[in-house]
C-alpha cells in the first residue's frame, strides 16, 4: 500500500540540547499542520526523524548510534540537524538508507520533504537539503508540537552565534546569531501559557545579546518586561547568559520582575585569564560579576559551567580555578572535559593534555563542587521556598522544583501534602531535609 498523510505514522527522537527540542517541536508542529499523523512512540512508527546534536565527539556518537538502532528495526529514517549541517555528503554516504537529510537552517521545509516522500513511496535516492549558511528562524506562526512531559517549555528567543570561541563549532552549524521580534516571543509564549504551560525557560546561544542584530542594542531587559506581563505565564527562566552583557540593570529587572526567578545561569568556561584568551572568551575578573549578583539578588541560584583540559592549561592555572569555584560557592555547576573538535581553532593550538589529567581535574572539581551543593541545601532547611510541581502519582509522591532549580540539569524537591496538587502548581513549600543536590519538604 501506497503510503500516504492518513496511514504513515511519524515519530521523532532528539537529541542533544535544549535549542534542538525547539526545534524538534517546530518540526513535529509543521508535520501535525499538514495532517501528518504524530506518534510519541517511535516503536510504532514508520518513519523516525532523528534530530541530531555534533557539539562534541560523544554527542556525534549518540546520534550515529541512534540513527543505526533505528535503521536496525527496519525503519525508515530522516536525519536533521546539526550532524547534517557538520558532515553533509559523508553523511548521505556513510547511511543511503536515510529517506532524506535536512540541516539546521532548513528543518522548515520537513513538510515539504516528507510530502516529496509519500508522493514517491519508493525514492531511488534521498532527499537533501542543506543551506550553506544557516539563515532561517522559526516564528510564532509555527505552532509547536509538544511531546515534553512537564510544566515547563523551552523557548528559543534567537538562533546562531556572533562569537569565536576557540572550542565552539556551534557557528558553523548554527549560523550568525538572529533575534525573534519581541513579539513573535510574546506571541508564542502566550500560545505555550493558554496551552497549559506554567514555567517558560528562555534559551538562546546568548541570551543576553538578544536584540543587537535586530534593535542595535540588548534588549533582554524590554523583551522580559513584557513577557512578565503575560498572565497565563507564572514563571519566567533565563538560560545561557553570556558574561559580557549580564550587567546590572539586567539583574535590577530580574529582581524587581514578580514572574522572573531568581535564577542565573551565566556558564563562565573558566577563571584564568590566561586560558580565557586562548578560548577567545572575554579575559577579565569575573568575581566582579558574582558579587553583583549577590548583591541585586540576593536570594539568587546561580548555575555556572566550567572547561577544564583546555589545551596550555598548567597546573597553576587549573588551581586557579578551584580556588575560585571554592570561593564563591557557586549553587549548581556542571564540568566538562575539553574535547578537540576539527575546524575549531583551539584544535591546531600546542600544549594538549592527555584524557587522564582532564579526567582527574574534572573529578576534584566535581568533588568540590558535591561539599558545596551539601553544604547549601542544608543551609535551606526551615526556609519556605516557592516551587513548580513537576508531576504527582495516584500513590501520594509529589515531585517539584524550587525556583532554584531548572528542569533535567538540577535537582527535585520531594514534596509531602494532604491537599490536592496538580502538574504545574507553583506552591509555597517547607524545606524539611536534604540531599547532596535535592531538597524535601512539606506543603
Known amino acids: 500500500m501506497k503510503n500516504t498523510k492518513d496511514n504513515l505514522n511519524i515519530s521523532l527522537v532528539s537529541l542533544g540540547c535544549p535549542k534542538n527540542q525547539v526545534d524538534a517541536e517546530v518540526m513535529l508542529g509543521i508535520l501535525y499542520k499538514k495532517g501528518y499523523k504524530i506518534n510519541l512512540n517511535e516503536n510504532e512508527a514508520d518513519v523516525v526523524i532523528v534530530n541530531t546534536c555534533s557539539f562534541i565527539k560523544d554527542a556525534e556518537k549518540e546520534s550515529v548510534k541512534t540513527i543505526i538502532d533505528i535503521i536496525d528495526t527496519g525503519k525508515k529514517v530522516v536525519i536533521t540537524g546539526c550532524l547534517v549541517q557538520k558532515h553533509r555528503e559523508e ?82 552549524l548554527r549560523g550568525k546569531y538572529r533575534s525573534r521580534t519581541i513579539e513573535s516571543i510574546v506571541e508564542e509564549a502566550k500560545f505555550l501559557g493558554e496551552d497549559g504551560v506554567s514555567e517558560i525557560i528562555l534559551v538562546a546561544q546568548d541570551s543576553t545579546r ?36 549580564l550587567d546590572k540593570d539586567l539583574l535590577k529587572i530580574m529582581a524587581d520582575s514578580e514572574k522572573i526567578v531568581n535564577y542565573i545561569d551565566i556558564p563562565l568556561q573558566h577563571s584564568h585569564s590566561d586560558i580565557l584568551k586562548r578560548m577567545n572568551r572575554p579575559a577579565f575578573d569575573y568575581s ?50 575539553y574535547s578537540k573538535e576539527k575546524n575549531t581553532s583551539s584544535y591546531v593550538l ?12 574534572r573529578n576534584q572539581i566535581m568533588q568540590l563542587q558535591q561539599t558545596i551543593s551539601t553544604e ?63 531538597l524535601y519538604g512539606t506543603y
Open 210 to 245: 538578544y536584540g543587537m542584530d535586530i534593535y542595535k542594542k540588548p534588549s533582554l531587559c524590554k523583551l522580559l518586561q513584557e513577557l512578565n506581563k503575560i498572565k497565563t505565564i507564572s514563571w519566567i527562566r533565563v538560560m545561557y547568559a553570556y558574561p559580557s552583557f
Open 350 to 361: 600546542d600544549g594538549h593534555i592527555s584524557a587522564k589529567i582532564k579526567k582527574q581535574r
Open 288 to 337: 566582579e560579576i558574582i558579587y553583583n549578583i549577590k548583591e541585586i539578588i540576593p536570594d539568587a541560584s546561580i548555575r555556572t559551567a566550567f572547561i577544564v583540559g583546555f589545551p596550555g592549561e598548567t597546573q597553576e592555572h587549573f588551581d586557579h580555578l578551584y580556588n575560585f569555584v571554592e570561593q564563591h560557592k557557586f549553587d549548581k555547576l556542571g564540568v566538562f572535559e
Open 376 to 438: 547549601i541545601n542544608k543551609s535551606l532547611i526551615g526556609q519556605t521556598l516557592e516551587s513548580i510541581v513537576e508531576y504527582t502519582n495516584p500513590e501520594g509522591d509529589i515531585v517539584g522544583r524550587t525556583y532554584r532549580d531548572a528542569p533535567e540539569i538540577d535537582g527535585l524537591v520531594y514534596i509531602k501534602s494532604n491537599e490536592r496538587i496538580l502538574s504545574g502548581d507553583i506552591i509555597p513549600v517547607k524545606i524539611t531535609g536534604s540531599s547532596e543536590y535535592d
Open 91 to 172: 553523511l548521505q554516504e556513510a547511511v543511503p538508507e536515510a529517506l532524506a537529510f535536512l540541516g539546521p537552517g532548513d528543518l522548515d521545509k520537513i513538510g515539504d520533504i516528507l510530502d516529496k516522500i509519500t508522493e514517491n513511496n519508493n525514492p531511488q535516492q534521498s532527499y537533501y537539503q542543506v543551506s550553506e549558511n544557516p539563515d532561517n528562524v522559526y516564528n510564532e506562526e509555527t505552532r509547536r508540537f509538544q511531546f515534553t512531559v512537564g510544566p515547563s517549555s523551552y523557548l528559543k528567543i534567537a538562533e546562531g552565534c556572533d562569537y569565536s570561541c576557540a572550542y565552539c563549532i556551534i557557528p558553523q
